[in-house]
């Protein structure tokens, strides 16, 4: 292996991939935040802080809850970081720290559900696919994207909380079904299963703005 | 329940819309020293020194430096010592003096004294207020100021 700044070969120990790097840097992190360094903690928050959020948002609809229970989740993680061994990645373990703690809390509120709602950034009146879809010859042509996206997360919200969680994990936020498996702690296929049916709920709540 | 392909294209594009949703502008620029700071009320709560620092920051230094906590050691251990020390030799101060005399002194008495010096204290209080003469004003304290007088008696006719 050369050295690109000198091109000669080093010594020391290989190159290691950025995703090793990070992963090493990360560890380093949580070694410092067990031995009580808040500055470690602070970084690693800063690294997932809006995946959790978004997750827990998606979930609940309703951006006091998600900023309360993403804060949460984020201390319950800290205290329990002693325990954190490393098996699987600090973001899997995150999340389902941040999962299991949403999914009570839906329990505990079940039918009182309040919905307050983040506004659209800027990018989604030029989103094409979304111009599309309201934009078509549907009978709901007239409607416009903060309507469609009210009547979205009250779809959602009709879901159970297992159900949405897979939509929200895998079509919203992109993760894979492994990622989703084992954030979930079941197999694949149950994720799966949990995703077909999922869909098939929803397209049946809102067949009127998908026709 | 069966839907058509096209339907399920356009619900992952409505989906799309969910992830424009966007917290106010400017929320996770404090969000991280948000938790961080409860982190440490909950820190400080938890704390049982966290009432008296002082004590906490002489354990921290303790904890930290053995040589410190060597020294503390042996002070503690030392006045300790010197403390068991100190009791013993009061102790054996009090019993040295001179009892051969106290006994002479006491075999020369008169049988009366020595009655005298066991006679208990009438007058010492009782707790109990129905026996406790001594009060003021007590319920049998009036019966020392009652005094004789005539009265002259004449049968009614």
């Known amino acids: ?211 | 329940m069966s839907n058509p392909p096209e339907e399920f294209e356009k619900l992952q594009k409505l989906l799309k819309l969910k992830r424009h949703e966007q917290p106010p502008p400017g929320y996770f620029n404090n969000f991280s020293s948000r938790v961080i700071s409860r982190i440490e009320k909950l820190q400080i709560s938890n704390d049982p020194w966290a009432k008296a620092p002082w004590v906490g920051r002489i354990f921290a230094v303790l904890e930290s430096n053995p040589i410190a906590a060597g020294l503390f050691g042996i002070s503690v251990c030392g006045l300790l010592i010197s403390g068991i020390f100190y009791s013993q030799s009061k102790d054996a101060g009090e019993f040295s003096m001179n009892p051969a005399a106290d006994d002479l002194a006491d075999a020369g008495k008169p049988a009366a004294d020595w009655s005298k010096s066991v006679k208990t204290d009438s007058t010492a209080p009782s707790v109990n207020p129905m026996f406790n003469t001594n009060v003021p004003g007590g319920i049998f304290g009036s019966l020392d100021k009652l005094s004789v007088q005539q009265v002259n008696f004449s049968p009614a006719n």
């Open chain 1, 1 to 211: 292996m050369t050295d690109e700044a000198s091109g000669k070969a080093s010594e020391g120990k290989p190159s290691e991939s950025p995703a090793k790097t990070a992963q090493s840097d990360e560890m380093e992190l949580i070694h410092r935040a067990r031995r009580g360094d808040t500055g470690a903690y602070d970084d690693l928050v800063r690294r997932y802080q809006e995946r959790i959020y978004a997750t827990i948002y998606h979930m609940t609809s309703n951006h006091e809850d998600a900023n309360d229970l993403a804060q949460e989740a984020f201390i319950k993680a800290y205290q329990a970081l002693q325990s954190f061994k490393g098996g699987s990645s600090f973001y899997t373990w995150v999340y389902r720290i941040a999962v299991n703690k949403t999914i009570n809390f839906l329990k505990q509120r079940k039918n009182r559900v309040q919905i307050s709602l983040n506004d659209l950034d800027f990018n989604a009146e030029h989103d094409p696919d979304l111009v599309a879809l309201i934009s078509d010859n549907t009978p709901r042509r007239d409607l416009n994207l903060a309507e469609l996206q009210e009547k979205l997360n009250a779809a959602l919200q009709k879901l159970s909380e297992h159900h949405r969680l897979v939509v929200t994990l895998h079509d919203i936020q992109g993760l894979s079904h492994e990622e989703i498996a084992a954030i979930m702690d079941c197999n694949i296929g149950t994720v799966r299963s949990r995703l077909f049916y999922a869909r098939q709920q929803l397209q049946a709540y809102l067949s009127d703005y998908l026709k």
